[in-house]
């Protein structure tokens, strides 16, 4: 049986460590993108998806349910990941999680070519600003809508729409002068 997220958080409340471990599971890998996204390091993106979700675990009673838990966890993540990145003075940057995108078996030449247009997206990514890669990670890796986005961005839905437009306006262009992604 698959319960939303509101069922769980429910459950959660009633002290069941089973709904926490799936609701830690079914948001976990959107985490890591977004503490990725702002740290640029593996080890400093696990920390903060740990951190992230022991906040969940310790705040999830004062939690209102008033909106979206996918979107309160996001915003969690984000404040934390932020946190890191300005006592780290890291320069954010993004890399793809290529397990999560593979065939079970593709061919030598379906795996060179994949490798090489995430290279390229990987590097077309790290040109945009953090605040707008942010918003296509959002958008595209965790399925959040321009609205969803918003109140996390800290600004209205037409500039969080705006921002997708522009950031995908920038990615096209520079993927397109990318021939390594065209091959």
């Known amino acids: 049986m698959d319960f939303s997220d509101q069922e769980l958080v429910s459950e959660i409340r009633s002290g069941s460590a089973i709904a ?8 976990q890998n959107l985490v890591y993108r977004v503490a990725y996204g702002y740290t640029g390091d593996r080890e400093s993106a696990l920390d903060v998806t740990q ?30 990941a932020r946190n890191r990145g300005r006592t780290e003075r890291r320069h954010p ?27 390229a997206l990987e590097r077309s990514l790290a040109t945009l600003r953090p605040r707008h890669r942010l918003a296509v990670v959002l958008r595209y890796y965790g399925n959040l809508s321009p609205r ?28 397109t002068e990318n021939e390594e992604y065209v091959r």
């Open 20 to 27: 926490f471990e799936r609701l830690m599971n079914r948001h």
């Open 51 to 80: 951190e992230t979700f022991l906040k969940v675990h310790t705040r999830l009673r004062s939690f209102r349910g008033t909106g979206e838990v996918k979107s309160w966890i996001v915003r969690i993540a984000t404040n934390e």
């Open 93 to 119: 940057t993004l890399a793809l999680d290529e397990a999560s995108f593979r065939d079970p078996a593709p061919s030598a030449e379906e795996t060179r070519v994949r490798e090489s247009r995430e290279r």
């Open 148 to 175: 969803e986005i918003a109140p996390l961005l800290e600004c209205s839905e037409a500039r969080a729409r705006n921002m997708l437009f522009r950031s995908l306006k920038k990615l096209r262009s520079v993927l």
